[in-house]
C-alpha cells in the first residue's frame, strides 16, 4: 500500500512533466485542485506574465489527485491534434490596450469559457474570436 508521501512524490512528477511539456516557466502555470461528487477536479491555469493575467488551460475530473494528474498530462500530450486554435483579443476593464490570448479550445463558448475562467464577465470586454487557420 503506498503512502501519501508516495501520492505526493507522484503527483509533483507528474506536475514536472506537464510543465516540461508545455514548455511553460513554473510561475506561469497553476494547479486547483477541487472536489466535485466525490472525484477530483482539477483546474490547469496559465498566467500570462505580460498582461497579468490567468486563463484556464483545461478541466479534468480524476478519482483522486494522481488520476487527475495522469489525465492532464494526457490532455497535454495530445490536446493540439484534438483542439481548435482561437485568438481572441479583448481588454480588461479600465485598461486601454487591446490584449490578444490564444486559446485551444471545442468550440467558439469553451475558448470563451477558458477566458473567463474564475473572473466577472463584466470585467473583460471581448472584441473578436477567430478560429484560427490549420497550419
Known amino acids: 500500500m503506498e503512502t501519501s508521501g508516495d501520492i505526493h512524490v507522484e503527483a509533483a ?4 512533466e506537464i510543465k516540461s511539456h508545455l514548455g511553460l516557466r513554473s510561475n ?23 498582461h497579468n493575467q490567468s486563463f484556464l488551460f483545461h478541466s479534468v475530473m480524476g478519482f483522486d489527485k494522481v488520476d487527475a494528474l495522469q489525465k492532464m498530462l494526457e490532455y497535454v500530450k495530445h490536446y493540439k491534434e484534438k483542439e481548435s486554435s482561437y485568438t481572441i483579443q479583448w481588454i480588461a476593464k479600465g ?5 490578444t490570448s490564444y486559446f485551444r479550445a471545442s468550440g467558439v463558448y469553451d475558448a470563451l469559457d477558458k477566458l473567463y475562467y474564475g473572473r466577472d464577465s463584466n470585467t473583460i470586454t471581448v472584441f473578436s474570436v477567430v478560429l484560427n487557420p490549420v497550419a
Open 95 to 99: 485598461d486601454k490596450e487591446l490584449n
Open 13 to 16: 512528477r507528474i506536475q514536472r
Open 28 to 50: 506561469a502555470l497553476m494547479f486547483e485542485y477541487g472536489n466535485m461528487e466525490g472525484k477530483v477536479k482539477l483546474d490547469l491555469i496559465t498566467i500570462n506574465p505580460r
